[in-house]
C-alpha cells in the first residue's frame, strides 16, 4: 500500500455455529443440549457443526462422530439438512448485500465486505448488520473489522474467544488502524493463514512462538526455511495483506427492509423510507451494473402477518426514482390504511446486465443516470446525507 493509498475498511462475517443454530431454531427441544450435526458414527461420519455445549466437552467441528460420542456420550446426532440451511444462508447474504457491492462469500456461513466508502465506523457499521441479522434471522453473527481481510478474519477468531463461555458470541472486534503490531504481537503463530500444523512445528523448533516473535525472525532465514512461503509470513505477521474481494457477481437480487420501532400507520413515514430504500437499492443497481425487470414490495402487519406484491416492469431499470414510483404505487394499491406496519420492504429482483435502452426513452434516462452516478459518488466519498432529494427537505421542515 502506498503512502497516498485509501486505507480500506473490511468487515469479515461470520455466523455463530451456523449449522447447530438453524436446527434449534427449527427444534427448540435442542437449545442448551450437547449435539451435533454430522454423519452417523457407524458410517465413519464426521463432525460439520456442533453446539456450544457439546464444544464444552471438547467436541469440535471436523472430528470423527465415533470420538465426539466417546467424549460426550449424551450428544444427539443431527442429520444435516443442507437445502434449509443454504436457504438460510441466501437470506443472509441478502442482507449483506444492502451494505456493499463488494462482498467475498468464503462459505456458507462466512462472508467478507469492503465498506470502505461509507462514512460509519466500521464497528458501527457491523453492529448494525448484527442486529438486521438477528431480527430478520434470528441468527448470531460475529464480526472482525480491520483494513485487510487477513486482520479482519483475525480480529473475529480473537473476538469470539473472548466470549467463549457464551452459547453464541455475537462478538465485534476492530483493529484501530496504526495498532496493527500491537493486535498481532500476542497472538499465536498458528493463527496465520498458511501456518498448518507442520509449519508450526518448524516455527516452534525455531523458537517462533508468537506472532511477534515472528516479526522479529529475518527475512531472509524464513525463505530459507520456508521458501517464497517465508516471505508471505513475513508479511502477514506484519498485517501486511493486499488481496481484494474475490466478488460472486451472481446476485440474484437486491432488497432493503426496515423494522419500525413501534407500529406505524404514518403514510409519510413510509413514503420516506420507501424514498431511503430506492435509493439505497439504485444504487447497488448501478455498483454491480445491472438492471432490475421486477419491483417487489413487502409489507409486515402489527400481526406479523407478511404480504407481498409484484408488478414486472415494462423494461429493466436503475433509476431511483422508477424504483420508488412503482413501490409506492404498490404500497397504495395494498395497503387497506385500517391495519398498522411493522416491517415495510422493497427489492428489485430479475437482474440483468448491460441492458440496452430503447431510443425514445434513451436520452431522458441517460441524464437522470448521469446524475444519479455523480450523486453516488458524492455519497460515496462524504457519507450519504451529503445529498437528499427535495421532497425529504420539505417533510422535514413541515415537522
Known amino acids: 500500500m502506498t503512502k497516498h493509498s485509501k486505507i480500506r475498511k473490511i468487515i469479515h462475517m461470520d455466523l455463530d455455529a451456523f449449522f447447530c443454530a438453524v436446527e434449534e431454531l427449527e427444534q427448540e427441544n435442542l437449545k442448551e443440549k450437547p449435539f451435533a450435526v454430522g454423519g452417523k458414527p457407524d458410517e465413519r461420519g464426521v463432525v460439520s457443526s456442533c453446539s456450544y455445549a457439546a464444544r464444552r466437552f471438547g467436541v469440535h467441528s471436523a472430528m470423527p462422530m465415533s470420538q465426539a460420542l466417546k467424549l460426550c456420550p449424551e450428544l444427539v446426532i443431527i442429520s444435516p439438512r443442507h437445502a434449509l440451511y443454504q436457504k438460510k444462508s441466501e437470506q443472509v447474504m441478502s442482507i449483506l448485500q ?102 508450526k512445528l518448524i516455527l516452534m523448533e525455531m523458537g517462533i512462538k508468537t506472532i511477534g516473535d515472528l516479526t522479529k525472525t529475518p527475512l531472509n532465514l524464513l525463505i530459507q526455511k520456508f521458501g517464497k512461503n517465508g516471505a508471505l509470513l513475513s508479511q502477514y505477521a506484519n498485517g501486511i495483506d493486499d488481496r ?36 439505497m437499492i439504485g444504487h447497488r443497481l448501478r455498483a454491480h451494473k445491472v438492471f432490475a425487470s421486477t419491483i417487489r414490495l413487502k409489507i409486515r402487519y402489527a400481526d406479523f402477518s407478511t404480504y407481498t406484491r409484484q408488478v414486472h416492469l415494462s423494461h429493466p431499470v436503475d433509476q431511483d426514482t422508477i424504483i420508488f414510483d412503482t413501490g409506492l404505487k404498490l404500497f397504495n394499491e395494498f395497503w387497506d390504511q385500517r391495519s398498522k406496519i411493522r416491517l415495510i420492504g422493497l427489492s428489485a429482483t430479475q437482474l440483468v446486465e448491460g441492458f440496452e435502452q430503447l431510443s425514445f426513452w434513451q436520452n431522458e434516462a441517460d441524464r437522470e443516470r448521469l446524475l444519479l452516478n455523480a450523486v453516488d459518488k458524492l455519497k460515496e466519498k462524504y457519507g450519504k446525507n451529503i445529498v437528499k432529494k427535495a421532497t425529504k427537505l420539505d417533510h422535514k421542515k413541515e415537522k
Open 244 to 279: 481484494p474481494l474475490e466478488v460472486n457477481q451472481d446476485l440474484k437480487s437486491i432488497s432493503q427492509e426496515m423494522t419500525f420501532s413501534k407500529d406505524i400507520m404514518d403514510r409519510d413515514v413510509i413514503r420516506l423510507e420507501l424514498m431511503e430504500m430506492s435509493e
Open 98 to 199: 444492502n451494505y456493499s457491492a463488494l462482498i467475498e462469500q468464503v462459505s456458507i456461513d462466512e462472508a467478507f465486505l469492503d465498506v470502505s466508502d461509507m462514512s460509519e465506523d466500521g464497528d458501527k457499521i457491523a453492529q448494525t448488520i448484527k442486529n438486521q441479522i438477528r431480527s430478520e434471522t434470528n441468527l448470531s453473527a460475529s464480526f472482525g473489522i480491520a483494513q485487510n481481510k487477513l486482520l479482519a478474519k483475525l480480529a473475529n477468531d480473537v473476538g469470539k474467544k473472548r466470549y467463549r463461555e457464551k452459547n453464541y458470541p455475537g462478538s465485534i472486534l476492530l483493529v484501530v488502524n496504526g495498532r496493527e503490531a500491537e493486535f498481532l504481537a500476542p497472538l499465536s503463530v498458528d493463527m496465520l493463514w498458511g501456518v498448518g500444523k507442520k509449519t
